[in-house]
């Protein structure tokens, strides 16, 4: 006969248990193969396109790298709100949380282990595309770039921010469609454009993670700050390049304050 | 020792008051009916004590732990179900309850057995392997009633257990109340359906916009409300004349009659009932096939209790 109260699990194995319950949902669902379409669909319009335009691919390998790569952090962004953006809300909307959360479980646990969940996802759509990159490049150049390695740490920084930022929205909003498509359009359009917006005052926006993004091709293909000035005109353009060790930081602080936030907000919200 | 305890309980949503003050304590081994018309606070109180939402003032207790900074301690010994239960539409009952037994920490093979147990017991066993996204409510809600006994529970607080049921399903819900209470777990049961309650309950506890406007045992109850009222099976139609007669009786107050049922509504004790059965037998010549306690008294005693509370 079972006994309640001598059942005892530590939170790591709650963690554990959640996670591995969560991404047994991912493999049932469509996000999955949605996301991996995408990535299957973009990866081989990277190379149909320029063969059927007739464009041969640049001469150095780590041109054609940061072109490729060029797409990471989409994909990153996509992954990511598609593999988070219901964690928390769908235990409200579909009212599941009361199942749940009437057990002796932490909400702490179930977040993290959403989260864990969540990032293996998306970590691995990532990973996969990083290695048909590091294989293209073996194929088209017979060559290996380590810094493609540095970038997979990075784009892997850059999800962890996303996931959290994600989680953010989702225990903040009660629907998990809602969640998903703000943590995408606030990463995918409302950060670049706030980005653009800065830049063409003169100022580097350092402080957005989606601009502190593109390490993942400046670490590949490195770029100088550039100032366009035209002669006669006061017209300048400014071109910025996120640096080290500025955006590391920056989306580290990005993933823990998001994730933090979401974890107390988690504890507080009540299910009605 | 108290099962739960509610001190205090006050539960406001934005300006609208839900639980006003309430009191409550629920002795160890009792099954308690928490009856209440839509919005009294029934399932205010229910998700206050499963740590689902947090009381505005007040605590509740369960087995000594408070149920809000305490509730991983406190729901280690509750099995509860909560409105009426959702399920991740993926997983089959055999992974939900894997799931959640998993979370509780119950060993592989003590789960394993639980699991087949509780499925047989709920009548789901033929659907373990089905996706729940197929399930109808009412299949979903023995499967709620499964995880919730699921670890053998010394506590079960149940919101409307039978909702969604068919007639074969509520009265095999009553059964499991029954079989529990039988093993002397402590039940909290909140309900619409007052025949569920005085079926399976010893206590009512009545709870109207907010306040708990009476608890006690269901017979002191009667007592208290003069309420007591007895079915009468008939074998014959009974002859006006005679009911007359039933309607003159001592201690009678009210009567209805169909052609072969009576409903006896009286005032007095267990031996004013024996009394006024043998009179119905020998002196007014009353064929009677049988008799039971009828299941409106309680229907009485909550019907006047809500009118004066409102």
């Known amino acids: 006969m079972p006994n ?30 949605a996301v991996l379409i995408i990535t299957a669909l973009v990866t081989v319009l990277q190379f149909a396109v320029p063969l059927a335009l007739n464009s041969p691919f640049p001469q150095e390998a780590k041109s054609w790298a940061a072109g490729f790569l060029e797409f990471a952090n989409l994909l990153v962004i996509i992954s990511g709100a598609f593999f988070a953006g219901d964690a928390i809300a769908s235990e409200y909307e579909h009212k599941t949380g009361f199942i749940v959360f009437s057990n002796p479980l932490k909400r702490f646990s ?66 998990s469609m809602g969640a998903t498509l703000l943590a995408f359009f606030t990463l995918f359009m409302i950060m670049p454009i706030v980005s653009q917006v800065i830049t063409l005052t003169g100022n580097e926006p350092w402080y957005l993670s989606t601009y502190a993004s593109a390490m993942t091709t400046q670490v590949v293909n490195p770029q100088q700050d550039t100032v366009m000035e035209f002669p006669g005109s006061p017209l300048k353009i400014y071109v910025f390049y996120p640096k080290f060790p500025v955006s590391l930081i920056v989306m580290l602080v990005y993933f823990v304050v998001t994730l933090a936030l979401s974890l107390v907000l988690v504890k507080r919200k009540e299910m009605t | ?183 002397g777990k402590t039940v909290f049961l909140a309900s619409h359906m007052l025949h569920e309650v005085q079926e399976t309950c010893d206590s009512v506890a009545l709870i109207d916009k907010g306040k708990l406007l009476t608890y006690d045992r269901i017979e002191n109850l009667e007592k208290v409300f003069k309420i007591r009222k007895i079915d009468v099976e008939l074998l014959t139609p009974i002859e006006p004349k005679c009911l007359s007669k039933i309607e003159k009786l001592k201690n009678v107050r009210t009567l209805l009659a169909t052609e072969k049922n009576l409903t006896i509504g009286f005032e007095g004790s267990d031996a004013d009932q024996a009394e006024l059965l043998e009179t119905l037998v020998k002196d007014i010549g009353v064929r009677m096939i049988s008799f039971k306690p009828s299941l409106e008294a309680l229907e009485g005693i909550y019907l006047q209790l809500v009118k004066e509370g409102n």
């Open chain 1, 110 to 175: 179930l977040v993290l282990g959403k989260f864990v969940a969540a990032f293996i996802s998306a970590s691995l759509t990532v990973g996969l595309y990083y290695l048909v990159g590091i294989i293209a490049l073996q194929g088209i150049y017979s060559t290996f770039l380590s810094e493609m390695i540095v970038s997979f740490a990075y784009a892997i920084l850059f999800l962890c921010s996303v996931l959290g930022l994600t989680f953010l929205f989702s225990t903040i909003l009660k629907g």
């Open chain 1, 4 to 33: 309640a109260e001598n059942t005892k699990l530590n939170d790591l194995e709650q963690i554990a248990i959640v996670t591995r319950y969560e991404l047994l949902k991912h493999l049932r669902r469509r996000r999955l193969y």
């Open chain 2, 1 to 183: 020792m108290a099962a739960i305890v509610a001190e205090g309980l006050t539960k406001y949503y934005g300006k609208l008051l839900a639980l006003d003050n309430l009191n409550l304590k629920i002795e160890k081994g009792h099954c308690v009916g928490f009856l209440g018309p839509n919005g009294a606070g029934k399932s205010t109180t229910i998700k206050i004590l499963c740590n689902l939402i947090r009381p505005t003032s007040g605590k509740a207790y369960i087995n000594n732990h408070d149920a809000t900074k305490e509730s991983t301690s406190a729901l280690k010994n509750v099995g509860a179900l909560v409105e009426t239960p959702e399920f991740y539409n993926y997983l089959t009952p055999l992974e939900v309850l894997e799931y959640l037994g998993k979370l509780r920490g119950m060993p592989k093979n003590e789960l394993k057995h639980q699991i087949h147990q509780v499925l047989e017991t709920v009548r789901l066993s033929e659907w373990k392997k089905t996706k729940i996204g197929k399930f109808s409510r009412g299949m979903k809600q023995r499967l709620g009633i499964a995880q919730s006994i699921l670890h053998d529970p010394p506590i079960l607080i149940w919101d409307e257990p039978a909702l969604g049921l068919d007639p074969r399903g509520m009265f095999e819900i009553r059964e499991i109340i029954k079989a529990t209470v039988k093993k």
